[in-house]
């Protein structure tokens, strides 16, 4: 479970790193998306990297509301 935890947390930092640069990417006229730039050769890897990211943020939330 441990394991799980760990992932999923940094899943959940690597997704609010990518919003926050997509965020100041378009308020500076750039599209600064780190995912789509990685990935982007591979769109269903890069929406499978999605999925896992939005998967990881409820994970977070669920076990953080059990304690």
Known sequence: MKG???LG???VVVGALNW???GLGAL???DWNLVSMVLG???TLES???V???ASG???LLTKMQK
């Open 4 to 6: 799980l935890n760990t």
């Open 28 to 30: 500076m006229g750039f």
């Open 52 to 54: 896992l990211v939005g």
């Open 48 to 50: 499978v990297v999605y």
């Open 20 to 22: 926050g640069l997509v």
């Open 58 to 60: 409820l994970w977070m």
């Open 9 to 11: 947390w940094w899943l």
């Open 41 to 43: 050769s591979w769109p």
